[in-house]
Each structure stands twice: as C-alpha cells, then as structure tokens.
C-alpha cells in the first residue's frame, strides 16, 4: 500500500516534469532577448506588429464564427439523436470522430478540388468564400470536441422528461431549444466553445493552405525568422488556451443551478 | 358523452400490442385513477392523452373536439412527471410561470398567477428558489403548480408520488385530492399503488395486458372486483374453486358445508372471492355460517392477526384484530370459521 502510493507521487512528479519542464524552457528563452538580463523585449516587439494584431483579431473572429455555426449544427443535432434517433448515435459518433482521423491536409486538399474556381462552387475564387470554406474546414476539426462536450452535458440532464414538461405547457421547438435545453447545457456548450477557440487560434494547415492570414501561419513565419518572438508567442498561444480552461471553470463556478450537479 | 372521452384506443410498438381497444369517459372536474401493474399500459395511454405517443387506433375527445392530430403543446392539458422535471435552470417561480410566459401572459398577470399557484400548494416563500435547493416533496408541488398555473382543460399525473418516502407520499396525495377538489379540474392519476387510488380517486380504470379491466368507483372495485385479475390485484383476498350443488339455486358448497349465493351459477364448479376481513373466528352477525376449519398459520402482526385455516381442499386466510383478552388459536387446533355466504364475490374470467 505504502510502495504504491511511492509509485504514484513518483508517476506524477514525472508527468509535471515532463509538461512543465518545456514550458518553463520556453517562458525562460522568451525573457532572453536583452543580453545579459530578462526582459519582455520579446513580448513588446511581438505585440507590437501589426501582423500580429491583424493575424489574432481574423483568427479571433474566425474563431468565434466557428463557435456559432458549430453550435448551430451539433446542439439541435446531439438534442434530436438523444430524443428521437437513439439508434443512430453510433453512427453520429463515429461521423464526429471523423476529423481525428482525416488529417487537416486531407481535408484542405479535398476543399480545394472540390471548390476551386473551375469547380460548380467556386469558392476559393473569393476571399469571403475562402473565408467561408476555412471556417468550415475549422468547424468540422472542433466538431469531436463540440459533439462530445454538448452531448456529455446532455447525458446529465433528463431532456425527454423536460422536453415533454415544455411542451405540456405549451412551448414550441424554438422556446424549448432556447429556454430550456440551451440553458441547462450552456457549460457543456462553453466548454465546446472554448475547445473550439483554441484549436482555431493554433490552427495552421488549413490557413495556410487555403492562403488566409490566420495567427497559425504568422506563429510559423515568425518561428522560421526570429529567435525569441516564437518563445513569446508560444507563451502567448498557451497562455490563451489556459485563459479558456480557466473561463469553462469559472462560468460552471457562477452557473449557479449547476451547482447541484457538482 | 364525458367530458374526456376516449373510445376504441389502441397503441402498438412493432408486434406489441400495449393497448387494446381502451374505452374511458371522464366527467368535467372527476379524479380518475389508472391502477394496474407495470406494463399494463396505464401510462403508455397517459402519454396518448398528453399527445407524446400516437394512437394506432382509435379517438381522445375533450369536450367533443378529437385532440389526436394536435400536438402536445396544442392540447391545453397539463402534465406533472414521475421526475418533476422541473427546468433546472429556472427559478420555482420561474417555473411555475413559464407556461404562462410562452402563452403571452403579461409580466404582472403572470407574478399574480405565480403567487396564487404557489400559495395553492404552500410554497409561497420559495419562489427565488431553484428546484436543486428543495426536497422532492417540495419540487413536486412546484411540478404540480406549474401545470396548473395555465389552467389546462386535463391534469395528468404520471406516478407523481412513487420517489418520494412513504410519509410525504401520504401527506402529499391527499394535498393533490384537496387542490383537485379545490380547482375542480378533470384528473387522471396513473399509479401501480393500490392504496393511492383508493384513498383518492372518484372512479379507478384496474388495467391489465393493455385492457380496461374494470371501471367503477373504489368501493365497487375493492368489494365487488368482476374479474379475477381486479380481485387478485386490489387488496389481499381469498380465492376458492367452489363445488355448485345447485345450480339455479345459487348453492356452492365450500369444505362440504352449503353456502346460498343468493343468485344463480352455472358450471360445475366456480370461482368465488372473499376479503380476509370477511372472515372471522366469532360470528359477526345471525346470518354468518360456520366452517369447520383446521388452522395451519398464525401471523402476529401488531393490531391484526392474520391466521390461515384449512376449509376442506381451500385454504382461507382471516384477519382477526388484536385483543389481549381474546389469544390467536394454536396452530394445527380445529376451530370453526364464520362468514357471510353475501360476502362471497363470484368472478368472471
């Protein structure tokens, strides 16, 4: 009993080492700029270019595009396979967990020939249409994440029950979807939102490949030219992502009915 | 024609057939209670009332209007849930006034209504609650609150009372009765516990396999059952194959001693039923008849006793009540039983 519990002190000290040890390299290198002494040159310069400003706020706004039209589809989606269509939820998942096994560049390639200027939809022929096709392409890679959160916050609720309750009292589809299962999933969906946000801000293959001016290929340009700024911006790029962890914990902390749940 | 008619209901899934041919009328402002075992498709025609499942056959009518192609947000008929399924996310006043809010009913209508509802049930006090901070007994209030609160032409209550204790389960029921008399509101009730229908309902519907077993007020179902699975199901009760000795007399002879039905049977033999409390080791009156029995069990238990006693080939069970002056019989001592030959039920198949 002793030995064991060795072993797990010993079995997480080596898994903190070995995410933490990186991180704390890379934090180090960033504040190296300025010979001799730490410094935030490195954050300064890298948050004072404008393709950095220009490159996060599209990514920012393509990010929160996915969000919407992810929700859009996976909510009404997940809430109809549970309702209605049970026995097609294998199915569903295994649609779902497609993008992880589809490589990105697959899927850009794929988007390319089907929708390239010659195509019957030629999207790529414009910039809101490329746009639109990378926003895509970022929905169905967030779609796993999306799908499983939503549809692990609608495992936690009786939705046939409320659903049935709402309707008994005269609601409809619309006032059902957006006062009673929206609500009660709302950190599920956060959850999604903020998963979503953070593959979006990282992404690089489908931006680049598709040519939009997404923060993913700046991360890439800046890395391949610069010895410090890359440091900063990876800092930057983690600290975003646990800024979101953080968000999902706090909006459960303040959703005050979920607190039953907990 | 009732109020609430409902004729010739049927429901399948697949090949199962969960309701055949149902045949109910409900009067305005009645209590009616579903009562059968699980899987005899009391709920499964709730549900066909409330509009969540789809008659394969047959019509539900409310006030002469046939409400089957319209949606359960369109029927007007309130629906309290096994699970309370209250929104969670809602205040109880929130709750309680959503129905009115999906209606259109103005902010200030709408609190008034609220306030009378949860005054209604006796949760005045509790409106900026959530239903996470009450006790399930509280929550079903609420429950019961909100599907009044839109004045629905029909409350249905599915099982409203099977998870809560047993103590809150009778307080609240006859908190359910006193409310439904109080609004006069038309109410059908499903329950599998016996003693909840009994005690609350102006007519019990007894189903099984899908069937209407018998419909009639709680007395006539406790005492006079039609058919053996009524008489089986509701209460304990004595249960004896019985020899005609004649016929269009209405003689049966139960351990070789004549007993007059007072009305004609035919056949060889026949199914007779009889409450335990029907049967007692002292005559009850001048017209009980004595059985010469053999008593094979005694069951202490508490203010009653119940004894089992052999009758010839029948084994009838008794309940005595407990008197310190008057001691339970041995077993294996023969004695001699009492009853009323009136008592004796004669069931249908």
Known sequence: MRMQRVWAWVALAFGLVYFFLPLIGTVEFSLRMRRGEYSLDAYRVVLSDPRFQQTFSYSVVMALCTIVVGVLIVVPTAYWVRLRLPRLRPIVEFVTLLPLVIPPIVIVFGYIRMYNTSSFLPLTGSATGTNFLLMMGYTTLALPYMYR???????????????????????????????????????????????????????????????????????????????????????????????????????TRFSRHTQARR | MGYLHISNLQKSFGPTQVVKDFNLSVEKGEFISFLGPSGCGKTTTLRMVAGFETPSAGTIQIEGRDIVRLRPNQRNIGMVFQSYALFPNLTVADNVGFGLRVAGVSRAERAERVAEMLGIVGLGEYGARYPFQLSGGQQQRVALARALAVRPQVLLLDEPLSALDAKIR???????????????????????????????????????????????????????????????????????????????????????????????????????????????????????????????????????????????????SLDTFNTPDAPPPPVGEQARIWLNPRDLMVLEE
């Open chain 1, 149 to 251: 959160a939503v549809d692990t916050g609608l495992r936690a609720i009786d939705i046939r029950t409320l659903t049935e309750a709402a309707q008994s009292l005269g609601a409809g589809w619309f006032t059902i979807m957006a006062r009673v299962i929206m609500p009660n999933v709302l950190v599920a969906i956060l959850s999604g939102a903020f998963l979503t946000f953070a593959i979006v801000i990282g992404e690089f293959v489908l931006a680049a490949l598709l040519n939009r001016p997404a923060f993913g290929p700046y991360l890439q340009l800046v890395g391949a030219n610069r010895a410090y700024e890359p440091a900063a911006l990876a800092v930057i790029a983690f600290s975003i992502t646990w800024i979101c962890m953080g968000l999902i914990q706090l909006v």
């Open chain 2, 170 to 316: 009778v307080s609240l029921r006859e908190e359910i009765r006193a409310i439904q008399r109080k609004l006069g509101i038309t109410t059908i009730y499903v329950t599998h516990d016996q003693e909840e229908a009994l005690s609350m309902s102006d007519r019990i519907v007894v189903m099984n396999n899908g069937v209407a077993e018998q419909v009639a007020a709680p007395y006539e179902i406790y005492n006079r059952p039609t058919t053996r699975f009524v008489a089986n199901f509701v209460g304990t009760l004595n249960l004896i194959e019985a020899q005609v000795a004649d016929g269009p007399a209405g003689v049966v002879e139960i351990g070789g001693t004549p007993l007059p039905l007072g009305r004609p049977v035919q056949g060889a033999t026949v199914a007779l039923a009889l409450r335990p409390e029907s049967v007692s080791l002292v005559p009850a009156s001048g017209r009980d008849v004595p059985l010469p029995a053999e008593i094979s069990e005694v069951h202490f238990l508490g203010s009653v006793i119940r004894i089992r006693a052999r009758v010839g080939t029948a084994s009838l």
